[in-house]
């Protein structure tokens, strides 16, 4: 049947056509189902959704991402016939009934979504097959491969390109703004790129912005890292593994992300990048995405082994993730920190954790036998802060910028203890939660600065964290979320007191 | 925040906003994410969008269905703040995680999805879970009663209600057109609400409006229940168990279908209707939704069952589901079948069928100790065709309707055997797709009418299947499925041959 194209003022990232009731029965079609629109000799296939109103019969609305996407214009006429649903469907369905993907088979799913032409539905049934069912590690490298193979790469024709990445999670794990310059200092190429917040309050990308553009593309990412050894990059915008975003933002409203799902999105990173060497963090915590050291080690050899079948050396390391690291939760307040420790005013285990994870890249690539002591050494000599600032002048930022410069939330609130003791929990959930109700990630001086860490000593009064704001309404909000969520979890020193009588009773 | 509503122009079945990027980011809101939209006293929450076009900062869109829902018109202000997720959303993710549903929980769900506050993909998580995890037969009870509870009912004062259904899927399976009116002439009261065809040619909804008014409000289905005995009506307009028709628009698009939900479906229907007795007919085939006798006996026990504890008197039957009732498939096509039936000018499988499902309800409510002779004893007396024909009437069809007035499409292209043999299997699913693709049921006068079914001995010419269409180009593109897709496989009527050779080699 023909049909006038209609474009219809709203957008969806999805390459569909919207019929109306009549003609969708005329031609058998239900929603979800596929047809096959043609026009001036050229074809695509498309997902129908049906409307009672706005579209008349004759009509096929289209939304302004599918009218671009396809060139289609108001009052094109065009072909419209049932076609087949996507095979992908079919290989979806046929893991939920507990089978291994075939290599072209998961080619062709990953092909499909980063096209656009899997729905919403369909994508869930992808994310929750692999997570009830599982992937063996020959799965999670196929997928890797389609999702590198579909985007753009950086190939670098010389040097020792290396890489570091977090499976996330962790509040204020910021050691990559630390470990990039100090390998960069040691001549490895490190072309680092890094997502944003999507759940938890600031992303190394979102941190980075603070001090300098972020949203770079290959080439330019390619030309810095090569001018100055480093980059530190929005991941989004470079369109290296495009179907890893998509696939993200259904897995955020399902609240979940399979294990073969982080591992293919982070190498699939790395890999396109185009690093040989990895250091991959993964924070073992029981609010982190790996809940105990021995899920961690199992994580870690599948990450390995996939590594190596990819020819992409990969080291791991099992961090804490049971509290935030360092003490800055938010893009400013965490831009202030890492400054702060390298312009040496600050030690702790932001540092520590910091020049372990360069050192991991050291040992890999045999600059050193110990990597920890080098990457300390390079750190103490003040090169890290040196070709930090040298990779913020690259990206746009200022060469001589300062801890003392980065200007955060003046609407503040402290939270001070009521009992003494000693701080045996923190809920790092919580911490998020009210520094993303303070405006983190967006207000990137909002925040959380926590005073006492696990371990350390409370006395009645000393002030537990501060929240920082740049809208008093949402300061109200955090301060509110604060009282109700109980952040630290405080202690007597005295684990148990028993009085004389109970001795004798 | 404050916000002015903006009608959109179109309309999706969920409670939704729509705001902008800036704003959502303002808010801390991602796609999926729930809001408080507060107004003039009223509050309602809703799952929120987001536009990169069309809605400024400071709007919030709302599309049509949402504004007639929650009475919002253009120019509305309302106060918009974030808002936790449905609890529901929580409960699925247990059950994916292999739990099992609480009584409360399953009913949370199932309000949240009847009231459209559930996004398309929450659903669909909802859905898988149940496929993969599977749900015990007490938490189907608690998930019929939840969605029989925000439904309508139907409730009759007196009489012995009673009720039939099958689970679907079988082409021609038409028996209740017979087997209602021969239940109803023998005093008892028949409610019948039935589907229309979703990925079949016709379902009984679709036949019965060939010959009759089927769109009935539960007050017009006890009014012409309680005057002539029974009734045939289309079970989405009654409102009955609404969540149902919303899960299986998604379930449709996954190519699932669960057997709890399918439990579910049938028996909450039938609860809703008042029936207190009922045959429900589980037809078992290769390409059937239950696939073979054991399957087919486990899910018979767990309907018995499940009806027991919700004080329905359930019987079950096993049919033949590997190929068509009767001959004729598609609305027109086999409502003028039902009354060649009638009329006794043919037997066969749709009328015995027709008779056994009517002769348990008989045996199951006392009226006779040999059900299948006594329904066929009414059939006989000409009182099954007298009933139709009032319930017809009485639904504002023709009361003295006959088979040969039924207009079928004029279109029609006839298949004949190339080869001699017999029939040894039937392609149900062909069928079916050549049916469509012909115009079923969208076009009542489309559908394929079967010569020869399994067994039957076929000579060289003899005609296959009729397809009937109404449009010459819907024909001529059933007739390319109908030559792609074998329908039928013929064997020799010798198994095999054997020389005289082989025997002494």
């Known amino acids: 049947m023909k049909f006038r194209i209609k474009t219809l003022p709203l957008r969806t990232e999805r390459i569909a056509v919207v019929l109306s009731q009549d003609d969708a029965a005329e031609l058998g079609l ?23 109103e706005f579209i ?9 991402f599918t009218a671009e996407t396809c060139s289609l214009s108001e009052e094109c006429v065009v072909e419209i016939v049932p076609f087949a649903r996507p095979k992908s469907v079919e290989y979806i369905r046929k893991k939920l009934n ?22 919403d539905i369909e994508i869930s049934a992808f ?12 799965e999670i490298q196929w997928m890797i491969e389609a999702m590198v ?6 190939v670098f024709e010389r040097g020792t390109v290396v890489d570091m990445h977090s499976i996330g999670g962790l509040p204020g794990n ?18 680092k790129t890094a997502s944003r917040a999507i759940t938890t309050a600031s992303g190394t990308a979102d941190t980075m912005e603070v001090l300098a553009n972020v949203n770079l593309s290959v080439d330019e990412i390619k030309e810095i890292t090569e001018e100055v050894g480093g980059v530190i990059a929005w991941n989004a915008p470079t369109g290296i593994a495009p179907a890893d975003e998509k696939i993200i933002r259904v897995e955020y409203q399902l609240e979940l992300s399979p294990k073969p799902h982080l591992m293919a999105s982070v190498l699939s990173k790395k890999l396109g990048s185009g690093a040989r060497f990895v250091a991959i963090d993964i924070p073992v915590g029981k609010k982190a995405k790996v809940e105990n050291v021995d899920v961690g080690r199992g994580f870690a050899n599948a990450m390995m082994e996939i590594g190596r079948n990819l020819n992409l050396k990969v080291a791991t390391a099992l961090t804490d993730g049971s509290q935030p690291l360092g003490r800055a939760i938010g893009p400013a307040l965490e831009a202030r920190e890492v400054l702060e420790v390298m312009e040496r005013k600050v030690e702790g285990d932001l540092l520590e954790k910091s020049l372990g994870i360069a050192g991991i890249l050291f040992e890999m690539t045999g600059i050193a036998t110990n990597g920890y002591q080098h990457a300390r050494k390079i750190f103490e000599s003040g090169k890290t802060l040196e070709k930090f600032r040298e990779i913020v002048a690259a990206q746009g930022g200022d060469e001589s910028v300062k801890a003392e410069d980065v200007a955060v939330g003046d609407k503040t609130y402290t939270l001070h203890a009521a009992k003494e003791g000693y701080v045996r929990e923190i809920d790092i959930a919580a911490l998020n939660e009210i520094a993303r109700t303070a405006g983190a990630p967006k207000d990137k001086g909002a925040g959380v600065y926590v005073h006492k860490k696990r371990g350390e000593v409370v006395k009645v009064g000393d002030p537990l964290l501060t929240i920082y704001a740049e809208k008093e309404w949402k300061l109200d909000n955090a301060i509110e979320v604060a ?3 109980q952040a630290f979890e405080i202690s007597g020193v005295i684990i148990e007191r028993y009085t004389m009588g109970r001795w004798w009773s």
């Open 56 to 64: 008349s019969s004759g009509e096929a609305g289209v939304c302004t």
């Open 174 to 191: 910021r050691f990559s703004l630390i470990a990039v310059p100090t390998v960069a200092a040691a001549g490895l190429l490190i072309p």
């Open 483 to 485: 009282n109700t969520k």
């Open 149 to 154: 193979e579909v985007g753009e790469r950086v």
């Open 127 to 138: 994310i929750l097959a692999n997570e009830i069912v599982g992937m063996q590690n020959d």
């Open 98 to 119: 507990g089978a291994k993907y075939e290599r072209e088979e998961i080619k062709d799913i990953i092909g499909s979504i980063s096209s656009d032409v899997l729905s």
């Open 30 to 52: 239900l929603p979800g189902d596929r047809v096959k629109v043609s026009y001036d000799g050229k074809s695509f296939v498309a997902e129908v959704e049906i409307s009672q």
